[in-house]
């Protein structure tokens, strides 16, 4: 379990990781969610003790990571892939972290063939691709066979057939009934692997909700309606007290995913219809619309020097406004 109560972190000027309080639990995958610089990496960080927080707590299994002795045997996490001494064997990176952590060397040969590196075992990890740097980096979380696995965007850089083996060893690592916390600033993805969702937009906890709940907060279905008889369905609608509205391009929609009803009331009516179709509107576009929410907030109480601020992170916020601008014109 990972505690984190009132956790911030400011860089001078800039607060990286705003008051975020909320529980990472075991049995299930934990995805944490943010656009780019929302405060992810600094977040992880902190949990493992590599960055100070300026404020607030956070705890694995109730201690902080320096109080843990031999802590990868407690948490094991894959932070930044390329973070290896290149001149060193895939081996003897594992072994040299064995040793230093109290690990017996067997378990060395164990995640090399877990993350299916045995044949490049003896190979400089310089001349890793990044994709065998991720499953090096992946070992290395694992060999200390630790009840608490994390990882920071595992899925980047890799090939549809690293992608899918990422995310089964997650779901089997859950199901082993261990903590598995993984960040990504990519929806589709947490669709695909999380139990739980955690979404952070400028640092601070925009949502904190099971992916059940998630899906069955956002994923709205509206019924797509085209029609050369346009009044005379509207008027059957209304009569049946459905409400549509104007969707652009002579497309009505009505919201709900109740098709059949629709069809059946147009052929009572005898109205030909040219399209009938349910629609759901995307996890993304719900993602998009909290993490805007999260950029007007900071728009609206941001000092006089710049509605955006004032670093390099300008990019990011403007971004997901354009990203939203541009959903919002092709909607
Ligand atoms: P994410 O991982 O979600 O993309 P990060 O945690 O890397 O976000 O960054 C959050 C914010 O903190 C960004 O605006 C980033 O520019 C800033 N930041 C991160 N590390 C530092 C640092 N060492 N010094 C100054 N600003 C930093
Ligand atoms: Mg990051």
């Known amino acids: 379990m990972i505690e984190l109560a009132g956790l911030t972190k400011r860089y001078g000027e800039k607060v990286a990781v705003d008051d975020l ?13 943010g656009p780019n610089g929302a405060g992810k990496s600094t977040t992880m960080r902190m ?7 300026t404020a607030g707590d956070v705890r694995i299994d109730g201690r902080h990571y320096h109080e843990l002795t031999n802590p990868l045997t407690y948490i094991g996490a894959l932070l930044d892939a390329k973070a290896v001494h290149g001149g060193r064997t895939a081996r003897n990176h594992l072994l040299c972290l064995a040793q230093s952590n109290g690990i017996p060397a ?19 990890a ?8 991720q499953r090096l980096g992946i070992a290395g979380a694992l060999l200390g066979d630790p009840r608490i696995l994390m990882f920071d965007e595992p899925v980047n850089g890799l090939d549809p057939e690293g992608i899918h ?13 261990r903590t598995v916390f993984v960040s990504s600033h990519l929806m589709s993805e947490m669709a695909l692997t999380a139990d739980h969702l955690v979404v952070i937009g400028q640092g601070r906890l925009l949502a904190d909700t099971s ?6 907060d956002n994923a709205h279905a509206r019924v797509r309606i085209r029609t050369p008889d346009r009044e005379r369905l509207l008027d059957a609608l209304h009569e049946a007290g459905i409400t549509a509205v104007e969707a652009g391009g002579g497309v009505l929609e009505v919201e709900g995913g109740d098709s059949e009803r629709i069809g059946e009331l147009a052929a009572r009516h005898q109205v030909v219809l040219h399209e009938l ?13 909290l993490t805007a929410e999260a950029v007007e907030y900071h728009a609206h109480s941001a000092p006089p020097a710049g ?18 601008a541009r959903t919002t014109a092709e909607g």
């Open 106 to 124: 067997r378990r060395v040969r164990e995640v090399l063939e877990t993350v299916g590196l045995t044949a490049v075992a003896r190979k400089k």
């Open 211 to 216: 992916m059940a709940d998630f899906v069955a």
């Open 277 to 289: 179709s349910v629609r759901q509107s995307s996890l993304e576009e719900a993602f998009m619309r």
């Open 165 to 177: 083996w990422i995310r089964g060893l997650m779901k089997s690592l859950a199901a082993e009934g």
């Open 47 to 53: 949990i493992l003790g590599l960055d100070h927080p």
């Open 307 to 324: 509605p955006w601020g004032a670093d390099g992170d300008t990019t990011t916020s403007r971004t997901v406004a354009q990203a939203v």
């Open 126 to 133: 310089k001349g890793f691709s990044l994709g065998m740097s």
């Open 21 to 33: 309080t909320f529980t990472v639990r075991p049995g299930i995958v934990t995805g944490f969610l």
